[in-house]
């Protein structure tokens, strides 16, 4: 669970900027991370078909452990105070849509902005940059036990940056009235239509800039945030509260904007997969 965005040397030690960082995390509600764990079970085990014959075999062999692995970030955040920030990043904390005032360069952003400013409007972003590049180093030295486990984190954060709510501070509608919307959208909505669901991802591609990929990433998903903020409201509208007459509403407003963000992971993810083997030199993968 290394990660360049740590307490470490790159954290003031002392004064009111930890102080301040510190309480910008730990404000997030665990239900403020929307996504829950069966959807990005299914990113992850639709990854797996995106991938070239050359990888498909020693990844499907490998699913059974990506599939058990993949929400091991979700566990990391109990014991490293520093990693829910490595899950979201509030573009809406950086101006307007397409926010070009914010680097997509991390070194460039802190010296913009201030290392605590970053930080605690999150650096997903930066974190799929750095994971894509551990896997790749994993590939290249030949060590597949890391290198399974890289790549199912990997997987995690790709499916992160395809949730919408993970891409705005209003990430649980507590700034619209709308407390819980996390909840609802990441986790009762697969819940209970996941079996529903159609998936059609697309075949992995090599992705030329894994940082910059990712901020294309997130700025998509974000444009969705004011449609499921709407979708909230008017499901809920001359109903008692959030009950099944609520979700099949819900469902029918927003299902296909699910559907296309899962699909969307699945392909990121393997074309992150892709990239990683293809930039380790195109190594030999273990039979399975």
Not at 26 to 34: D, I, M, P, Q, V
Not at 138 to 153: C, F, I, L, Q, T
Request: no cysteine.
């Amino acid at each position: 669970m290394a990660s360049l965005f740590t307490g470490g040397s790159r954290w003031p030690r002392a004064g009111v900027g930890v102080a301040l960082v510190t309480a910008a995390m730990f404000g997030l509600s665990r239900t403020g991370l929307a996504w829950g764990g069966r959807a990005n079970r299914l990113a992850v085990r639709w990854a797996v078909d995106t991938l070239p014959p050359s990888m498909r075999a020693y990844f499907n062999a490998q699913s059974n452990f990506l599939l058990a692995h993949v929400n091991d970030p979700t566990e990391w955040m109990q014991k490293d105070r520093y990693e829910q920030m490595r899950h979201y990043i509030f573009l809406d904390k950086y101006g307007l849509f397409p926010y070009l005032d914010l680097p997509h360069s991390y070194t460039s952003a802190v010296k913009k902005y201030g290392a605590n400013k970053i930080k605690a409007n999150g650096v997903l972003p930066w974190q799929i940059g750095e994971y894509s590049l551990k896997l790749t180093q994993a590939m290249k030295a030949g060590n597949w036990s890391e290198a399974r486990e890289d790549a199912a984190v990997l997987g995690y954060y790709v499916s992160d940056a395809h949730d919408p709510l993970h891409t705005t501070q209003n990430y649980d509608g507590q700034m619209t009235g709308q407390a819980g919307l996390a909840e609802r959208f990441g986790t009762q909505l697969f819940d209970r239509y996941s079996h529903f669901f159609i998936f059609r991802p697309a075949k992995a591609v090599k992705i030329d800039d894994p940082t910059e990929y990712a901020f294309q990433m997130v700025l998509e998903s974000h444009t969705w945030v004011d449609q499921i903020l709407f979708a909230d409201r008017s499901a809920l509208d001359s109903l008692p509260g959030y009950n099944d007459d609520y979700y099949d509403r819900f469902y029918s407003l927003i299902g296909s904007i699910v559907m296309h963000e899962i699909s969307s992971a699945a392909h990121d993810i393997g074309s992150y997969w892709y990239t990683a083997w293809l930039n380790a030199g195109r190594p030999a993968l273990p039979p399975p």
